[in-house]
């Protein structure tokens, strides 16, 4: 990523040369219609005034521990729509659109908020945390979140998000590390082996290149003040109502938001799996002193479930994630240890609010060519310097990233942002150019030059037109999202739902009802036993 490359980047560029030549190949153009998606889209609940809906989670949605369409994440409030994997955008977006119409007309007056930032916020303690019922696992998952109340504010945990859900089919791995042993590119005597060490190389790409779909997709450029009540800060008044900074783009990344002084001082090895587990999994059992402090149990009442640096694994706020779905009671890392990466998790993006749904399918098709130059690339092992030049470059384009003086790291020399993203987004042409063969499209090129326009002229990032909006309309942040979210909640009113969709999605959501109570009646062990054989494994 410097200006002038050195030999290991003409090696780097050779083999992603090699790579693309095999993107071009028949097998492999077959192979990229195949690509395995999924997505995680997070909405609040708001009322009829624009704040937080403080009611329980509908009854008609079926239970948010076991329906597998719609949960909930730190929040009651919080929604949290799934969509199973799929091989077609199309399908996938159809799926989120049928599960926001049918959650939109069973939740009363209530709707779903369209932004990032939350609606108006009541006092903390005032916010709901999720309720998932009387079982062993459902009391886990609900004490998680009174600790992370507990550990950072209840307001930090409103913020919403997307999580994109990606993984090559298996075909695609059976070929390529057939190639790789014929060529002697790996020294794996596995198949699933070699899949964790391909995914790393992904995640370690992603890494040094994610602040780059901050600075083109982030659109949290603002808050409203209750976000931030009796909490520090250093943003500035943009009104009445709201809190900026001039060049912002996604202040849900930023330390206001997913963020953690405690976790600062945390390097997760993503070098191979094996350290990945084992740096992860010292920050759940290393007690940390502020959260000893807090106590484990008072008056009675959990208060966490441990004071270890991360009470689970999902607590540490990674931009993305390998994951493998887990067992019954069983970790995330005892699941990737034993069974190895099934897909990876992308974690990093903000909810559209120009778009019903939060995300369309012109994101979806760069994200795959983003992802698919990250896997592609050489990837060097990384090291502690780079992994704070990783969180530098994130700071930088949460809090200035449309700066156009604004500078970053490219490996360890600091160039300018708008040279490094131009150099990133030719390379994600050239997948692009593949990805559009495969489906016979240009479509996917012309996902990469919409992103190209942003980089030209910062006025187009979605930060930019959500400030711009709310200065054409003269609103508050709340006002303007709130604009946007009756107009979304009308067409989802308005919206034609066959029946032989919106009956299977409504079954589902009456049976996750009874698979709850089922886990209520088989829990035969106390929630202390259930609590510590999960730290065992």
Known sequence: MEINPTADQAVSQSTFEQNIAFMASKSGQDLLTRLHRGIEKEGLRVDSNNKLALTAHPEKLGSALTNPWLTTDFSESLLEFITPVHQSIDETLNYLRNIHVLSSRNMNDEKIWAASMPCLLPEDDLIPIAEYGSSNIARMKSIYRVGLGNRYGRAMQTVAGIHYNFSMPEAYWQAAFADAKKNNKTSRVDLQHYINDRYFDLIRNFRRNYWLLIYLLGAAPCF?????????????????????????????????????????????????????????????????????????????????????????????????????????????????????????????LDINPFCDIGIDAQTIRFLDSFLLYCLNKE??????????????????????????????????????????????????????????????????LASVSQQQEKIEDASLTPAALYLNSMSEHNESHVQFSARLTGQYAKEFQQYSLAKDVEQPLLEEAAQSLVKKAELEREDSISFEEFLANYYRQ
């Open 224 to 348: 409203d003040k209750s976000f931030v009540r009796d909490r520090k800060h250093t943003m500035q008044e943009l009104n009445d109502s709201d809190l900026y900074l001039p060049h912002a783009t996604s202040l849900r990344m930023g330390d206001l938001g997913y963020q953690s002084v405690a976790q600062q001082s945390l390097f997760v090895c993503y070098n191979e799996l094996e350290t990945y587990i084992e740096t992860l999994g010292e920050a759940i059992h290393i007690p940390y002193p502020d959260y000893e402090r807090i106590g484990i149990i008072e008056d009675g009442e959990y208060q966490q479930l441990s004071a270890g640096l991360l009470q689970i694994e999902n607590e540490f706020y990674s931009p993305i994630r390998p994951k493998r779905v887990t067992r019954s009671g069983e970790t995330p890392l005892r699941a990737l240890a034993e069974r190895g990466i099934e897909y990876i998790e992308v974690r990093c």
């Open 379 to 444: 990837s060097t092992l990384c090291d502690k310097e780079e992994f704070a030049h990783i969180s530098e470059n994130q700071a930088r384009i949460v809090n200035q990233g449309r700066d156009p003086e604004l500078n970053i790291y490219c490996g360890k020399k600091e160039i300018p942002m708008r040279e490094c993203a131009r150099q990133m987004l030719e390379g994600i042409s050239k997948v692009a150019t593949q990805l559009d063969n495969a489906h016979n499209s240009s479509d996917y």
